[in-house]
């Protein structure tokens, strides 16, 4: 027994040593850009600390509009997450609890669409709203807001049917609408597949890049886009980017990411173990 | 016509009508009034907000919207008539923008307001944004650049050089392309086990020692030779001297003069030059801006020199292409368009940009403005205004494919060439195949 | 998405429930139906749909994004040049070569730091969010983080390799492009966690207890029920690893320089790459449209196969949910 006890004791050294060494490996390409974010503009990029210049930060929020970028930012992610996450649960209900013809086909389009590359559409949309005036506007993340997005839609549904029937049943007899129930029974015991959703939707929304580039103008572009426009440059000279000064406010840009994670991560395993994704 | 269309004409109306009298006292002023926006697309920074600011004190009728230049947008931009109205552009692209049908013709608004562009107060960058359909630096001025810099000149680090032992070269005589490549050559160092003492020689573009569309121009025009056929219908890299530079060039690579996209170093030229990293550095005079304010108690240890030669017969010094901006031809406020352009590119913002000292201006009449307070800002100013008599000779672009197309398709063969991948032969005959088949797109584009 | 076929069997066998109803309800019932999912369905048709038959049209023409106005069509020209152009073939054996590799690396080292994880640790939370960071961190700064990894001189892991004594190594060179490349996907490996910690706890434990107490240690275990249990989800992650692979533009991109129009280097030059050149370089939209809707047909062949495949691997419970 007592053998077994060291055993075991030493599977657990074991276990957290490796766990430990894939978190360095792991966290320090992370570390270099705060590392780096801290040397001075006229040095070369170092492995660690090599002065603490904390002055890049204060440069990274006052040389460009950072406050205006951190709204566009706030603005963007508020409409995709608000709209996303009450709109696929709006549509996650109707297919798990209501019935029509041509559901099963209308459901095995969405999960096509889950698989269908993005691109072949993006380029078109983009054409599509700058015809009918979308570009520098919200548009493009409302209608996408309403839409929802088939990956939640299919994480609601999974949720939804696992619902028992009778709580629905019982709601219906009382006289409630189809809405109310949705409503009053559904939303509330729905909080941590709620939770993934909003959190997974802040992630993508707040670190996109890509859509704002295509359908807003410099003035109207969050964090994510201007920071990928270089646009800490000496003197306006796109040859001289200062790129301290950048890696300074890839981090500070980074912080709201990792704390809505940090925060929301015990909701996002209960929240995807009880949409039973495990198939 | 149905009950319901109907009331809700009348509403319609009725309501309409109440609001015009609610408001018209006011609505009538304010209509008087009413801004017109003007957009100025342009690289973040280059005009600053209080630029802006003033230019709407002066003139309350028009308001600036700054917005960053995106090359991606702009097509679609342009497609349903939401482009902006003054948009950045090079020398080098400006003919293909006039040839799509982007670029609105200046000459006759240039004539208009002479008290501020005088065509004899121009240096003679100005003409780069000129184009008669065949010829770069004639016809009519299609727009105007915002400063521009003898952008092949070089900057020397003595302590570089005589650490490796290399003479200095002179301030005012251009060294040879050749000198240039064996000097550079000379100065670059690594220690035994692949660690970086010295580079030789980088160029700014892409901060990489590696041939580019502006450059090989440059290089290919020095020696009496053009990377196109007269018309701009074929591509003509495989001309025996374009190979030779590009031999040049793949062999700079090979032997590591500078930062290129083998060695992938990502270091920016600027730090490597003034950690005296670098021996020399393809820039022009707007470096010396980077240096006053980069390493302003070492200035002494950094000089310019004139851009390089193939013969003593024949130099150019010109512009690499000179950053400016084009008036949109669907511009829905010309006259309004006009106003900003000829403030940003003509009144105060020339000066402020001036005194900065990151670029020369356009006009003769303001050379005198740009920094001269110390001796070595006097030197350096020297040197440019010595390079001026030779920056009349033009890099002539080709109207059908942009500048970041043919760099593109550069990069995409060249590549495997310094790796050993690929023949420069090879390359230079898949350069030619793309670039032509992206002329033939260009021209049906232009309707030709 | 083993999912498809439980669901059809759910909803199966709720149909004739359907039929029990009186008309007039079933009729308000398909209503409420059509009403609860017409937000995605609207949007679907007008903003999915739309574009994509335009797209469509768009490839048959010679659009350049300056020609609305003569805008001429060309009938399977475009197509045809997609495959006589030899850099897209190329680009497209390569794209599905570092697909093959790099998506199942990735979704088994991410697999794996869920089982790690999921040994009762002290300081979960920490741990998952340092695995998970690379997926949250803005795009910009994974492409500061590799440029500054992979850098010959003075990069980060040549002078951390320099200290053992080792030669610099061109990482972003011909001969390693590809390596690094993968490398830094499978450090967004940790992406997946939170799908695999949530499957892995949906494990029963009864299953696992009766399993110790028949005397299977913990090797068996891990391989007879542990992984059986999870093929549904490695499935899964395999399916949308595999199209978003297919897809994966950026990434080159970044490892190459920070400019969107930039153009990486051959042995990483991926098809999306060579489609994002055309479109927004060479404003060859037309073209460019063309190949994406060949991409499309692709992934779509890719996906069937590895969606064919299942059934000789992944492991769907029989019976009842």
Known sequence: MVAGKTKRQFNRITLYIVIILLCLIFFYPAFVVFANSLRSYTSTSTLFFNGFHWKNYLLAVTMIPFGSYLLHSLAIAGISVIGTTMMSGVVGFGFARLYGPGKNVLFIIILATMMLPGIVTQVPQFLIYHRIGFINTYWPWVVGAIGGSPFFIFLYKQFFSNIPKEMEEAARIDGCSTFGIFLRIFIPVSVPVITTVAVMTFQGSWGDAMSPFMYLSSNMWPLATALISATYTLNGNANVVLYPVLEAAAIIFAVPSIITFFVGQRYLVEGIVTTGLKG | ?448 | MGQVAIEQSVVQKARPKIRLLPRKQSKRRALEFYLFISPWFIVFVLFGIIPMLWGLYLSFTNYTGYNFSHLRFIGAENYHLVFTDSQAMQALARTAVLTFIGVPLGVIIGFLLAVLLNNKVKGLSMYRTIFYLPAILPTVASGLIWQMMYQTDGGILNTLFGFFGMKPIDWMGYGMAQPSFIISGLWGAGGGLMIYLAGLKGIPQSLIESASIDGANYWRQFIHITIPLMTPILFFNLLMGLIGSFQNFLQPLLLTGLSLTGDPIQPIYLYMNHAWINIFVFDRFGYGLALLWVLFAVILIFALIVFWSQKYWVHYESGED
Request: proline share 6%.
């Open chain 2, 1 to 448: 016509m149905s009950k319901k269309t109907w009331t809700t004409t009348v509403m319609s109306v009725g309501v309409a009508a109440t609001l015009g009298m609610m408001a018209s006292p006011i609505m009538v002023n304010a209509a008087a009034t009413k801004p017109v926006t003007i957009t100025i697309a342009f690289d973040s920074g280059a005009f600053s907000t209080q630029e802006v600011q003033y230019f709407e004190k002066l003139h309350p009728g028009i308001r600036i919207n700054l917005v960053t230049y995106n090359s991606g947008a702009l097509p679609a931009e342009f497609a349903s008539g939401s482009a902006p109205d003054i948009i950045e552009t090079t020398g080098s692209s400006l003919p293909s923008d006039v040839e799509k049908g982007l670029a609105l013709n200046i000459q006759p608004y240039i004539n208009k307001t002479k008290s501020v562009f005088n065509p004899k107060n121009f240096n003679p960058v100005v003409d780069q944004y000129r184009w008669n359909g065949k010829v770069q630096g004639q016809g009519p001025l299609y727009g105007l650049p915002k400063d521009w810099s003898p952008d092949f000149d070089i900057w020397v680090n003595k302590k570089v050089f005589k650490e490796a032992g290399v003479p200095l070269p002179s301030a005012i005589k251009p060294m040879t392309w050749n000198q240039v490549f064996a000097d550079a050559k000379k100065i670059t160092l690594f220690t035994g086990k692949g660690k970086l003492v010295r580079y030789g020689l980088d160029y700014y573009a892409d901060g990489q020692a590696q041939p580019e569309y502006q450059l090989l121009s440059f290089q290919a025009q020095e020696q009496g030779v053009s990377l196109w056929s007269k018309d701009f219908s074929q591509a003509q890299f495989n001309n025996p001297k374009v190979m030779k530079i590009l031999t040049q060039w793949v062999t700079a690579v090979k032997e590591n003069i500078g930062p290129n996209s083998v060695n992938n170093d990502k270091n920016f030229f600027g730090s490597l030059f003034t950690s005296d990293k670098l021996g020399m550095m393809i820039s022009g005079y707007w470096f010396s801006g980077y240096l006053r304010a980069a390493a302003p108690k070492t200035l002494n240890n950094y000089y310019m020199i004139p851009a390089p030669i193939y013969s003593a017969k024949y130099r150019m010094d010109p512009p690499a292409s000179a950053t400016g901006a084009y008036i949109w031809t669907g511009s829905k406020h010309k006259a309004q368009a006009w106003t900003a352009f000829t403030y940003f590119f003509g009144q105060k913002p020339v000066i402020d940009r001036a005194e900065s000292g990151w670029g020369l201006p356009i006009f003769k009449n303001k050379m005198a403005l740009v920094p001269q307070k110390t001796a070595w800002d006097k030197s350096i100013l020297k040197v440019a205004k010595g390079d001026l008599k030779y920056a009349d000779k033009l890099i002539r672009f080709n109207p059908y494919v942009d500048a970041t197309s043919v760099n593109t398709v550069m990069t995409n063969f060249l590549t495997p060439v310094y790796y050993g991948k690929s023949t420069l032969q090879n390359a230079v005959q898949q350069i030619d195949g793309e670039l032509n088949s992206l002329i033939q797109a260009g021209m049906s584009t232009a309707g030709n």
